[in-house]
């Protein structure tokens, strides 16, 4: 059975392993990653869903404008681990995280992706006059009102906005190049 539940920090790793399985280094040239980066995803926003103790998908949501005056958040990456593909699993954890951004009172949901996403009620209608900061395919921006009009005469750059990501302490930094250093010992 699969669980969808809030994402922990104990998840991290396993998230990002995932991330990496699905989607490569490449995810990290993308973007809509340059609205994420050095950014924490928006408070109770992160979701994975988990069978058997692994996780096996994962979805955020993170906080950005979209164009002046317009928050909203960029929902991204979504994966699924490929042997649990066509299960429903992104469905539920779209369906999970569209119900919390509507609980937490979010205005619009955008995103980059395919046109398949309409069945969750996205589409490119109010998101002609919107851009991202760098290269995209203008026809996969889509977006989703949770409030009916929150987009009406949306224009401008898509930026981010959400809190940055804490700088590591100095102590978890000289923790780091200890294990580093035991590490290049151990491989030589």
């Known amino acids: 059975m699969v669980t969808i539940r809030t994402e922990m920090p104990f998840d991290i790793d396993a998230r990002e392993d995932l991330l990496d399985r699905v989607w490569g280094p490449s995810r990290f040239q993308k973007t809509a990653e340059r ?6 995803p928006s408070a109770g926003l992160s979701f994975v869903a988990e069978r058997d103790g692994d996780i096996v998908g994962t979805v955020r949501l993170w906080d ?7 928050p909203a958040v ?22 999970r ?40 395919e203008c026809d996969r921006l889509l977006a989703c009102e949770l409030t009916p009009g929150a987009l009406d005469g949306a224009r401008g750059l898509i930026g981010a906005t959400g809190r940055l990501t804490p700088a590591p302490s100095l102590d978890a930094l000289i923790a780091g190049l200890g294990r580093d250093a035991a590490s290049a010992r151990h491989a030589a």
């Open 97 to 136: 995280a569209m119900a919390a951004a509507r609980r937490r009172k979010q205005r619009a949901v955008l995103l980059v992706g395919d046109a398949t996403y309409w069945r969750f009620g996205f589409s490119g209608q109010k998101t002609a006059a919107l851009w991202l900061p760098g290269p995209y």
């Open 64 to 70: 950005i404008c979209a164009g002046p005056g317009r």
């Open 35 to 40: 609205l994420r980066e050095g950014r924490e």
């Open 74 to 95: 960029l929902l991204g990456p979504l994966a699924v681990d490929e042997n649990q593909r066509l299960r429903g699993i992104g469905g539920a954890l779209m369906r």
